[in-house]
């Protein structure tokens, strides 16, 4: 399995609601992400786990939660967003033998109304 | 700091001409280089990849090959199809977790 996964597929949430994104990987990688990505822009990197520990947090509002239960999934949780964090949000993993090589799962399309 | 500099899209082709889309890289060290590809409404796929000096990456007809005198890692195709239609990223990394990316290329190609 050289996939990554991510639901839902779309979201749209109001101001004050908590809602979600989970991502999974079983392709053993050690390391997983979470990229921002805006319209016709290259993603930008919010936070990465290494070993189910966060690592880098890339100075992310406290709106944005991540968690990693454990080695296989990634979750983001979200609460009190606003209009502009409306984006695709890209999960990734790496690991293994190609351990720079970063695989990109669907992404979810997040608006924020 | 390590970045990448892409040609400003879009590029229009037509079916069947040769592409070329440029990039540069400026880091501090010997990056491994990357193409990443985005079809619309989609994540990212990795096109190829290069991780040392003349290397070169190749997959789906597209090829890179990593320049370290000229500090590039142009990506070509010989004959491109309308399904290569896409935003294509070229992208270095130093260090395990950090994933520099370029602007992005948007290609379309017409019939």
């Known amino acids: ?113 | 700091g390590n970045s990448v500099t892409q040609m400003e899209g879009p590029v229009t082709l037509s079916e069947e001409a040769f592409l070329t889309i440029n990039c540069t890289y400026t880091a501090t060290g010997y990056p491994s280089l990357f193409w990443y590809v985005q079809y619309p409404g989609e994540g990212l796929q990795l096109l190829l990849k290069a991780t040392k000096a003349d290397d070169k990456g190749s997959n789906k007809g597209f090829e890179a090959t990593y320049r370290k005198e000229t500090t590039s890692f142009h990506l070509e195709k010989g004959s491109v199809q309308v399904s290569d239609s896409a935003v294509y990223f070229c992208a270095l990394t130093l260090l395990e977790y950090a994933l520099n990316f370029g602007k992005g290329t948007s290609l379309l190609v017409t019939p």
């Open chain 1, 1 to 113: 399995d050289t996939e990554v996964t991510q639901t839902p597929k779309h979201l749209v949430m109001g101001m004050t609601n908590k809602k979600s994104l989970k991502c999974e990987q079983h392709m053993g990688h050690r390391a997983m992400y979470w990229y921002k990505q805006k319209a016709k822009k290259p993603p930008e990197l919010m936070f990465v786990y290494s070993y189910e520990k966060l690592s880098i947090n890339e100075s992310v509002p406290s709106r944005f939660s991540p968690e990693c239960p454990n080695s296989s999934l990634l979750n983001l949780h979200l609460h009190a967003l606003q209009p502009e964090d409306s984006a695709l949000y890209l999960c990734a993993s790496s690991g293994g033998s190609s351990y720079n090589e970063q695989f990109f799962g669907p992404g979810t399309r997040l608006t924020v109304l």
